[in-house]
Every structure is written in structure tokens, then in C-alpha cells.
């Protein structure tokens, strides 16, 4: 059975910086390309960041570029998304997602990260 | 980036009717491999969204067969017949075509 467990909820002053893990299972996890997106509270889902299955490429959405860095090892089955600079619009739920070359067919159940003074 | 724009945003329906959610592209999605990245979702209240329809129409594993998909280009259509209540929730088309992913706003199904 795949899964996909996320962690490094909190809440954080606008600013600082968080780090995000979701540690995979049930599938290679070293085969395929991960995503991170995000939902504000009561809005719709964002995609906000793509690894290859290798990290040979990484792409991200222009609301994050140059503050959040998506990254792997995949000797330990773990996908990361570290959050620099940190502003209140980056409030939101955030969901790792396995990508099966065209759609993305699992994800995590999501961690909340709360960004307020 | 490829805008996706979903109608109509909330629909209410009778169980055992059927429901239709339109999805447009601002972009064919057509592939020159011959593929269509357009999916669909399920986000069911206080839950993790969970694929229904990849690729216009084949139905992810574990999906109802209530479901399906249908379209082209520009334009997709997803419908649900016999809606039970288990289908309440919002749904969203995505295009996998090109980076940035891009979402619909989300179609609201409530039942009467």
C-alpha cells in the first residue's frame, strides 16, 4: 500500500524558516518525480513544487522561487520542502504527491503551516 | 501558464441523478506524444484530494465506475451518474501538460 507521511507542522513567524518532510512507502520511491502543493484555508490547490525522480531537475512556481527548496534522498525514502522567508500568504496545508509521469496518483494527508506574528 | 477554468462552481444534485463539471484550458493539452494531461480530482471534506480520471478518461484505481471523463484539446467534461452521497466534495481538473501544474477553482457538489 502507498504512503505518503508528511510532518513538520507549526506555526512560525513571517520571516523565518521551516522544513517540511514526507517519508514514502509502498512503492520505489526512487523511480519517480515528487510534488508539493498547497491549500490556504478555504481556497483551492496550488502546485508549488517538482523533483525528478533522480533530482537531476527541479521546478517550482513563481509564488515560491528563490524561498523554498524542494529536495530528496532517496536512500531514505523522504521528500523535503525547506521554507525560507516565510510571509503570511504561505499559510496553507501542504501536501507531498507522488507523480506518475502525468498525473499525480497519491498524497499525503497534509501538514499545516500557519505563518503569523 | 495555462489558466483552467472549471463550471459551474457548485452544483447541487438528487442522489441517483447524474452531475456534469465542465473544464477548460487556455492551452490545448494535447501532447505531441499523443497524450492529454488533464486529471481529475476529488477533495471529499477534510480530506487529502484523490485522483479520479487521468489522461481525459481512464479511471484511477479503486474509482467508481460511476465516474467518467471525456474530451479534447481544450475541452473535458467530467460526469458522475448516480450520485450517492459518498460524491460530495469539491472536484478539480488539473493540466500535467507543463510546469506550473495549474488547478480549476473547484466545483462544489452538494446534495439536495
Known sequence: EVQLVESGEG?????????LSCV?????FSNYGMNWIRQAPKKGLEWIALIYYDSSSK????????RFTI?????????????????SEDTAMYYCAKDNSGYLDYWGQGVMVTVSS | DIMMTQSPLSVAVTPGES??????SSKSLLHSNGITYLSWYLQR??????????????LASGVS????????????????????TEDVG????????EVPYTFGAGTKLELK
Open chain 2, 45 to 58: 471534506p477534510e480530506k487529502s484530494p484523490q485522483l479520479l480520471i487521468y489522461q481525459i478518461s481512464n
Open chain 1, 11 to 19: 506555526l512560525v513567524q513571517p520571516g523565518s524558516s521551516m522544513k
Open chain 2, 90 to 97: 469539491i472536484y478539480y481538473c488539473v493540466q500535467f501538460l
Open chain 1, 59 to 66: 521546478y517550482y512556481a513563481d509564488s515560491v522561487k528563490g
Open chain 2, 65 to 84: 465506475d460511476r465516474f467518467s471523463g471525456s474530451g479534447s484539446g481544450t475541452d473535458f467534461t467530467l460526469k458522475i451518474s448516480k450520485v450517492e
Open chain 1, 24 to 28: 514514502a512507502s509502498g512503492f520505489t
Open chain 2, 19 to 24: 452531475a456534469s463539471i465542465s473544464c477548460r
Open chain 1, 71 to 87: 529536495s530528496r534522498d532517496n536512500s531514505k525514502n523522504t521528500l523535503y520542502l525547506e521554507m525560507n522567508s516565510l510571509r
